[in-house]
């Protein structure tokens, strides 16, 4: 009889916990865009993301992200050797995997504002990409999304994941990509989603309250990189005021991805 007793209070109590968390998730879940501070501002943070940087799930999304980008250079044949310039490096499993991915003559141009980021995404590179020697391609650069450290109609591909909400003024900052491709050029630029469905929603509040790291909790994310980013309709309406040519933007669960046209 007792048994019975605690377990029914057990189960009130999980019941009433698990509602107050939906009700707390729905409650707080997007509706208008709230931008926030970058994590990458807070030592702890970098170190925090630095450690999932190397965790399988994120692997594998670089590794497709990775070879999506670069399929069509690897498909058409050049006169010179491409140049891909990654914005936003972060702590480096990105920039290792399509140093993987690429051929040896591939000059990779890595670009970060984050003081100190480029020293992680070194030794990451290091530890993906090094046993081939296929890290002495990539030059880091730490340096603001407003001017690119490269020529104009230069680069073959830009590339970026994860970053875009935190551009101060994303419109200047897709116009720079246009100034740095070259007419056939290729940009990819990955970011999560602002109008998520609510269960991806839910999804991402209860990995933060019981799996995220404490230094990026502390800083609300993901959740606040999730308020300070854009939709499909937004991210459309910077990319046509910036010029880019032959968008197409595909909307999947939890992100948004940026691109021109393979076939253009």
């Known amino acids: 009889m007792l048994m019975r007793a605690m377990l029914a209070v057990g189960a009130s109590v999980c019941t009433a916990v698990v509602a107050r968390f939906m009700r707390s998730a729905v409650d707080t879940y997007p509706r208008g865009r709230i931008p926030g501070a970058a994590a990458s501002c807070e030592p702890p943070a970098v170190h925090a993301q630095s450690r999932m940087d190397r965790t399988m799930s994120w692997g594998m999304a670089h590794w497709w992200l990775a070879r999506h980008a670069v399929a069509p250079l690897r498909r058409r044949p ?156 937004e991210l459309a309406w910077l990319a046509a005021r910036a010029k880019l040519p032959d968008i197409r933007i595909s909307v999947w669960p939890a992100w948004l991805i940026l691109e021109r046209n393979a076939a253009s």
């Not at 310039?85 to 140093?99: E, M, R, S, Y």
């Not at 030794?123 to 340096?143: H, M, N, S, W």
């Not at 839910?202 to 854009?230: C, F, G, H, K, N």
């Open 78 to 233: 050049r006169l010179r050797p491409p140049i891909i310039l990654v914005l936003d490096h972060g702590p480096g499993g990105l920039v290792g995997a399509i140093a993987n991915a690429t051929a040896r003559d591939t000059t990779i141009i890595a670009s970060d504002g984050t003081s100190g980021m480029g020293a992680l995404a070194r030794a990451r590179v290091k530890e993906t990409a090094g046993r081939f020697g296929l890290d002495a391609r990539v030059t880091f650069v730490e340096q603001s999304n407003h001017a690119f450290p490269v020529m104009p109609g230069s680069v073959d591909l830009v590339i970026s994941s994860g970053g875009l909400h935190n551009w101060p003024e994303p419109e200047w900052t897709l116009a720079e990509i246009r100034r740095v491709l070259t007419s056939s050029g290729r940009f990819v630029i990955a970011d999560v989603r602002r109008d998520l469905p609510v269960a991806f929603w839910m999804l991402v509040r209860a990995w933060q309250v019981a799996m995220a790291p404490q230094a990026l909790a502390t800083l609300d994310e993901p959740s606040s990189s999730i308020r300070s980013s854009y939709t499909a309709q």
